[in-house]
Nanobody, 115 residues
Framework: QVQLVESGGGTVPAGGSLTLSCVTS????????MGWYRQSPGKERELVAFIITSGYKKYADAVKGRFAISRVNANNTVLLEMNRLTPDDTGIYYC?????????WGQGIQVTVAS
């Protein structure tokens, strides 16, 4: 079992920036895919971005050009740098890990963008 612990959430004004961190309990390069999902009020959980062990990254259309996902292997950490935030980015952000057929989730962290 892999534990994922998120940090870095909070409230920011529209146009601001925030960086989320997710620390894994095992070596991050043993996890095939690390990513971030979010759930906004009244909506289903949706993919924000992911990165695989090769370094390939994928982003949701809504965040392309504004968000950047990265991995700090030495610290077993995946980061989500969020820029030019809008109120539509408000939600609970979940760290996610996939290792073959196993899937892991963090507890979620609140991000609120004030208009």
């Amino acid at each position: 079992q892999v534990q994922l612990v998120e940090s870095g959430g909070g409230t920011v004004p529209a146009g601001g920036s925030l960086t989320l961190s997710c620390v894994t309990s095992k070596k991050i390069l043993t996890i095939n895919q690390m990513g971030w999902y979010r759930q906004s009020p009244g909506k289903e959980r949706e993919l924000v971005a992911f990165i695989i062990t090769s370094g390939y990254k994928k982003y949701a259309d809504a965040v392309k050009g504004r968000f950047a996902i990265s991995r700090v292997n030495a610290n077993n950490t995946v980061l989500l740098e969020m820029n030019r935030l809008t109120p539509d980015d408000t939600g609970i952000y979940y760290c996610n890990g996939k290792k073959f057929i196993e899937e892991y989730w963090g507890q979620g962290i609140q991000v609120t963008v004030a208009s």
